[in-house]
């Protein structure tokens, strides 16, 4: 049985009316249940939506979403990448519902509990439908892996500078930045 969007709505509805709140994404007609992250994968997405939102914004570039920003893909599934930019000139005005769009940049960030390689089909899913940057982040290994269509995936490690030209013109960030702070 294929689900659909409709079907996850009604669901997510039920879930909230008895004091569930699940963050769900739909896939191949299935719908999966995403578990909370841990919050050193939590403070990673929040520090990246922090250093490219301090660019992206007073440049009016785009939008920036967190992992609860949904959208319904050209294949109908709906997923939520941790972080995902979208252009100004493809969405100028937020909805009050799932984007109908393949974000122009999705970042995911490999929670304690993550297997690599399904994170790995999943950015790469969106640039077959679409989206012109992938980023996996993996705190266990302090690399970042950056995807583009038609190409190999570069590793960057913590000598390395992450830089999205094709969306982000001037902008950097150093990897080692990522990484959360130890405080003594």
Same mark, same amino acid.
Not at 56 to 75: E, H, Q
Not at 136 to 152: A, H, N, Q
């Given at each position: 049985?294929?689900?659909t969007?409709?079907?996850?709505?009604?669901?997510?509805?039920?879930l909230?009316?008895?004091?569930?709140?699940?963050?769900?994404?739909?896939?191949?007609?299935?719908?999966?249940?995403m578990?909370?992250?841990?919050?050193?994968?939590s403070?990673?997405g929040?520090e990246?939506i922090?250093?490219?939102?301090?660019?992206v914004?007073p440049?009016?570039?785009?939008r920036?979403?967190?992992s609860?920003?949904g959208?319904i893909?050209?294949?109908?599934?709906?997923?939520?990448?941790?972080?995902?930019f979208?252009?100004?000139?493809?969405?100028?005005?937020?909805?009050r519902?799932?984007?109908?769009? %393949?974000?122009? *940049?999705?970042?995911?960030? $490999?929670s304690?509990?993550?297997?690599? +390689? /399904?994170?790995? @089909?999943?950015v790469? !899913?969106?640039?077959?439908?679409?989206?012109? %940057?992938?980023? *996996?982040?993996d705190?266990? $290994?302090?690399?970042?892996?950056v995807? +583009? /269509?038609?190409? @190999?995936?570069?590793? !960057?490690?913590?000598?390395?500078?992450l830089t999205?030209?094709? *969306?982000?013109?001037g902008?950097?960030?150093?990897?080692s930045?990522?990484? /959360?702070p130890v405080f003594?």
């Amino acid at each position: 049985m294929n689900l659909t969007i409709k079907d996850l709505e009604i669901v997510q509805r039920k879930l909230k009316e008895d004091g569930c709140d699940y963050q769900l994404e739909l896939q191949d007609g299935k719908i999966i249940v995403m578990g909370p992250s841990d919050i050193e994968s939590s403070e990673i997405g929040a520090e990246f939506i922090r250093v490219l939102g301090n660019w992206v914004k007073p440049r009016r570039l785009g939008r920036i979403f967190d992992s609860s920003g949904g959208f319904i893909m050209p294949n109908t599934d709906l997923r939520a990448p941790d972080v995902s930019f979208v252009a100004a000139e493809r969405l100028r005005r937020t909805v009050r519902s799932f984007a109908e769009l %393949v974000p122009d *940049l999705v970042v995911e960030i $490999k929670s304690k509990t993550d297997r690599i +390689r /399904p994170l790995q @089909e999943k950015v790469e !899913l969106f640039l077959t439908l679409g989206a012109q %940057v992938g980023i *996996l982040i993996d705190p266990d $290994k302090l690399t970042v892996m950056v995807y +583009r /269509p038609g190409s @190999e995936p570069v590793i !960057l490690t913590n000598d390395d500078k992450l830089t999205i030209p094709e *969306l982000f013109p001037g902008w950097e960030m150093a990897i080692s930045e990522l990484w /959360p702070p130890v405080f003594d």
